[in-house]
Nanobody, 124 residues
């Protein structure tokens, strides 16, 4: 069974840094696009950053210049380095990945997976 496991969230003061990790495991052949999303209380989930297998990146305007997304294809892992954090960055952060994997019943499948979410809280 394929799963994404996140780590690295926590409480930090404004101006501080955190690094999130998201590791994919299971019968994985390859991972296409990966990304990070976040959801603040009372708000919809929003895109933070994405990265293709070839490492082309895209960022929400609100995090450009402060956050950096990266990936290690050999480890099936993506990262989000968050610097100069602001209170408005407070949210649950979710990783996402489009994964090609072997399902024991259905054969080779390509579909998106989500991590369980990790809380990031930035105090003022």
């Amino acid at each position: 069974q394929v799963q994404l496991v996140e780590s690295g969230g926590g409480l930090v003061q404004a101006g501080g840094s955190l690094r999130l990790s998201c590791a994919a495991s299971g019968n994985i052949f390859s991972i296409n696009a990966m990304g990070w999303y976040r959801q603040a209380p009372g708000k919809q989930r929003e895109l933070v950053a994405t990265i293709t297998r070839a490492a082309s990146t895209n960022y929400a305007d609100s995090v450009k210049g402060r956050f950096t997304i990266s990936r290690d294809n050999a480890k099936n892992t993506q990262y989000l380095q968050m610097n100069s954090l602001k209170p408005e960055d407070t949210a649950v952060y979710y990783c996402n990945a489009e994964i090609k994997y072997l399902d024991q019943t259905m054969g080779i499948i390509v579909r998106g997976f989500w991590g369980q979410g990790t809380q990031v809280t930035v105090s003022s």
